[in-house]
């Protein structure tokens, strides 16, 4: 036999036996090893397992079989242990034990704010090492950058993580994925310089949310770098070197603080497939930048995010280059103008949202669509107007369609009823018109959420309708229903957590098949329609956390609501009986707290007091009970609400003095007691304990004495009316502590009620202003008061004041000369005062004023000349001695002295008879009246009574004795 054939020989028993070892290696592999075993089990003791995911890891078995261990098998050392999304607890050292771990992902799980530990930093034979968004918090040990052998490194948490020093990130030489997203490097001033020795092997680099306040230029030593994340930082610019990184594949840079044009070099990144620079403030044509693109092989892009920027012009009809988009994101932009017919040949698109423009068309595009994959299309708050299309069942796997907020007009195409995938259809907010019937849902099986309010559209069904769909929201206010009742069709709708139809004319009664449909629900909103009857008690079990049942038809007593309710609205009915069995019987648990934040029973005719019992409602934010019959004093539980943001008590019969325990309610910001019979002095403790008012209304009550300095320690105060009072004295001269009223303020009240309001009398006529839109009325009325004394200068720094009414009082002194700097007035009512000498000069710079009365003062000269001035009506300066445009009084003929106006009162009698005739019946009236009832005067509610009716007649007659003399 010769060499050649022993050689053959050899090689093929080798050959056998190599197959025979592959063929049963894994009958072969060694078992683990028993020093790791334990390491594993001690590592178990200290963690929290509630799933019971280690359940394998027990007893005497192969450690190599348990959960998330993986082991080589020829070694049988550990070398992978895939523990996340579950558990909680301590990192035990016995890991260390584990000399040849390579692999270690504890990502997603809750070690409960401890620090990463430091012994990780000797685990030497890791390549990969994930321990993001598992709360750890404090510092990043330096001891990782011993792990010599680390490619990947995934820090990234929303946790508060700090790092003193980035040099041991230096030591890392073969790394090739960074992820320290959300860290503080605040403290790191190494991290430029640390930036720039990181190796050209890295091809991930994720540092989102981590304070940098600019991009590192070591990054451009990464030649590798293909994801780049640097998103929800304070960048303030884009270096031109970024968009030489021809590698990059995703680039994110979302929600940092760019400014200036978007370069066109983007087009250089022509590896790019993900592209994110949304949330910032840059701008430059949406055009050009797309065709920045198209100059380049950007074939490849998939998915282009450039939401929330300031970009503008049309968009490009030049789309050739972007075969396989299917993400783009345009929205919150002032893009403009229709979409260009090149849209519907993007045949991978599957998401476009380009909310928030200024489209004026798009459904032309779309109809010739050649594109099917497209599944969510949103394009609300644009400018779109004319008729929907009728070829919407093209686009057979639409998931979304969103065309809310448009002027879109006509009727609902019935091809909305093929769209047998659709799931979120939202039309709310346009011009819609027409019938929609059954046959509009005929295939909508998928259909969880239909939002369509803000339309004309009338819904006609049989009363024995069976929709396809499961709904989970259904929003249908200002629609008319047919038949106008309560639809039973609801009752199919097992999954609905929102309901939504006011304004939607039904009426009759709750039906009885409603009380266990209720009880599905999360909110209720039917208010604003004609129901009536009695409301049943329909929500003790029920988990809906809001419910509006407002402006209808009901009577009879409060219902019994559960105890889970958050915001119960049922004002503006017929509710009739006393508060008593609502607050105190209101649960079988009369010790229960309840859950209610919310609570507007305004506007009923509800009578009694306010019980005690309201102290168990601790939660309340808000409570509503104008315009009822309540009467007696404010009780005592009231001061037990300590999150009582909103108090309106308006229009009722309570009475007695402002009880002291409304002090702790120092998140008070509305605090309405208008229209009551409340009296004594204003207590001092207002302006010191509820120093968070933005809106105080005591306005028609019987209070007395002068108007407390305190009061100006309000620095949030936006609306003042002490208005139809007894209060005297002198104005405040601190009027310029009212900062809300002295600075312009974007900041909205924090009343998060959704429908309470505030009572604003303004311009001669009671207005009510939304949460929404409180913060832009600022008001001062003390009108009809005895207040004396000259109108303080101080008053014209309140230069945001719209409105200022001091009528009806004593003020005396000239008007001040600096009223002109108040530019934000539109009305102003200074009649029935003494006021004297000429108008301010500066008054003519007013010029938002649309109502002026200085009738019935003493005013001399002639109104300064101004467009404003001159187009109020002569009884804007009536009983004065004013000349001059308006009035018909020449100034040049009046040699220095202008006859008086005559009072219409007076019907032109002597003034002078009439005034000794008016003191002298005042002064036997007086004396007559103290002769006969004086000794009344010792019963102390007789004594309020007659101090309100004399100082009623003092300010008449001494007003009527200044005026005549």
């Not at 930082?233 to 590698?247: C, D, T």
């Not at 009664?509 to 049943?536: A, R």
């Not at 959704?754 to 939304?770: D, I, M, P, Q, S």
């Not at 003062?857 to 001159?870: A, D």
């Amino acid at each position: 036999m010769n060499m050649g054939s022993t050689v053959v020989r050899f090689l093929s028993i080798a050959t056998l036996f190599t197959i025979c070892l592959l063929l049963c290696n894994a009958n072969l592999s060694a078992p683990c090893k028993q020093n790791e075993r334990q390491a594993l089990l001690k590592f178990k003791h200290d963690l929290e397992d509630p799933s019971n995911q280690l359940s394998s890891w027990a007893g005497e078995g192969d450690c190599c079989n348990w959960t998330g261990v993986v082991c080589d098998n020829l070694t049988g050392h550990i070398r992978e242990l895939h523990l996340a999304d579950t558990y909680s607890g301590k990192i035990s050292p016995s890991l260390l034990n584990l000399k040849h771990l390579s692999y270690l992902d504890l990502s997603n799980n809750d070690f409960q704010g401890m620090q990463i530990p430091s012994f990780l930093g000797s685990l030497k034979s890791l390549r990969y090492l994930n321990l993001s968004y598992s709360s750890f918090v404090g510092l990043i040990p330096h001891q990782l950058g011993n792990l010599t052998s680390l490619q990947v490194l995934d820090l990234g948490d929303y946790s508060e993580r700090e790092v003193e020093s980035l040099q041991w990130i230096s030591g890392l030489s073969k790394l090739q994925h960074l992820d320290m997203s959300c860290a503080n490097l605040s403290k790191a001033s190494d991290w430029l310089r640390v930036t720039n020795t990181l190796p050209s092997l890295v091809e991930s680099f994720h540092m989102s949310a981590c304070g940098l306040y600019h991009i590192p230029g070591g990054i451009a030593n990464m030649t590798n770098l293909k994801f780049l994340y640097l998103d929800l930082n304070s960048i303030s610019s884009i270096p031109k070197w970024l968009y030489r990184l021809s590698h990059l594949q995703s680039l994110i840079l979302s929600f940092n603080f760019f400014h200036g044009e978007i370069s066109s070099s983007l087009g250089n990144l022509t590896s790019i497939v993900n592209l994110d620079i949304s949330w910032n403030y840059l701008n430059g044509s949406v055009s050009e930048i797309f065709e920045s693109f198209s100059r380049c092989s950007s074939g490849q892009i998939e998915s282009l995010s450039l939401s929330s920027n300031n970009l503008s012009g049309h968009l490009t009809d030049k789309l050739d280059h972007f075969e396989k988009l299917r993400l783009l994101f345009l929205d919150n932009n002032s893009i403009s103008g229709p979409l260009p017919p090149s849209f519907g040949n993007l045949s991978c698109l599957e998401v476009l949202r380009i909310d928030d423009n200024n489209l004026t068309e798009i459904f032309e595009s779309f109809s010739r669509c050649s594109s099917v994959q497209i599944e969510s299309l949103s394009l609300s708050s644009n400018d779109l107007s004319g008729h929907l299309t009728d070829k919407l069942d093209h686009f057979e796997k639409l998931r979304v369609l969103d065309l809310a907020s448009n002027s879109i007009s006509g009727p609902l195409p019935p091809s909305f009823g093929n769209l047998s995938c659709l799931e979120v259809l939202r039309i709310d907010d346009n011009n819609l018109t027409g019938v929609v019937s059954q046959l509009h849902f005929t295939n909508l099986k998928k259909l969880v959420q239909f939002e369509a309010s803000g339309n004309s559209l009338t819904l006609e069904t049989t009363p024995h309708w069976l929709p396809p769909f499961q709904l989970s929201i259904l929003d249908l206010n200002y629609w008319h229903l047919e038949p106008s009742e309560l639809p039973m069709w609801l009752q199919s709708q097992t999954q609905l957590e929102i309901l939504i139809m006011p304004n939607t004319r039904i009426s009759g009664t709750i039906p009885t098949w409603f009380c266990n449909f209720s009880s599905q629900l999360q909110h209720i909103d039917l208010s604003e329609n004609k129901l009536y009857g009695e409301v049943p008690h329909i929500f003790p079990s029920s988990r809906c956390f809001d419910i509006f049942l407002g402006s209808n038809q009901f009577n009879g007593s409060l219902p019994l609501v559960s105890s889970k309710v958050g915001i119960l609205d049922l004002s503006s009915s017929s509710f009739s009986g006393t508060l008593f069995h609502f607050f105190c019987n209101n649960s079988s648990k009369p010790k229960t707290l309840r859950s209610s934040s919310f609570l507007h029973l305004g506007n009923n005719l509800l009578s009694g007091k306010i019980p005690e019992c309201l102290r168990n409602w601790k939660k309340l934010s808000a409570v509503n009970l104008d315009s009822n019959n309540l009467i007696g004093n404010i009780p005592r539980s009231l001061g037990y609400l300590l999150s009582l943001e909103f108090l309106d008590l308006r229009n009722n019969h309570l009475h007695g003095e402002l009880p002291p325990y409304l002090k702790k309610c120092t998140d008070l910001t509305i605090l309405d007691l208008s229209y009551n019979k409340f009296l004594g002095k204003i207590p001092m403790w207002i302006g010191t304990s509820l120093s968070n008012l933005r809106v105080l209304s005591l306005r028609s009550n019987q209070f007395h004495g002068h108007i407390p300095y305190k009061l100006c320690d309000l620095t949030y105060l936006q609306i003042l009316d002490l208005a139809h009072n007894n209060l005297s004295g002198r104005m405040p001269r601190c009027l310029h502590n009212f900062t809300a009223m002295t600075i312009s303020s974007e900041n909205t009240l924090p009343i998060d009620s959704l429908r309470e309001n505030a009572n604003v009398v303004t311009k001669g006529r009671e207005v009510k202003y939304g949460s929404s839109l409180l913060s832009l009325a600022i008001s001062l009325d003390l009108s009809d008061n005895i207040i004396s004394g000259e109108i303080p200068e101080e008053l014209t720094s309140l230069i945001c004041l719209q409105s200022v009414n001091l009528s009806y009082n004593l003020l005396s002194g000239r008007i001040p000369p600096k009223i002109g700097d108040m530019r934000s007035l539109e009305s102003l009512d200074l009649s029935r005062n003494q006021l004297c000498g000429q108008i301010a000069p500066s008054m003519s710079s007013l010029t938002f004023l649309s109502v002026l009365n200085l009738s019935y003062n003493n005013l001399i000269g002639e109104i300064p000349k101004s467009t404003q001035l001159q187009s109020f009506d002569q009884s804007s300066f009536i009983g004065n001695k004013l000349c001059g445009p308006p009035l018909e009084v020449n100034c040049s003929n009046t040699n220095g002295t202008v006859p008086p106006v005559a009072d219409q009162k007076h019907g032109g009698s002597y003034l002078l008879e009439d005034g000794w005739f008016y003191l002298s019946l005042g002064l036997g009236f007086l004396f007559g009246f103290w002769s006969v009832l004086g000794s009344l005067l010792l019963n102390l509610p007789w004594s309020i009574v007659f101090n309100r009716f004399l100082n009623s007649i003092v300010k008449k007659l001494y007003g009527v004795i200044v005026e005549h003399f």
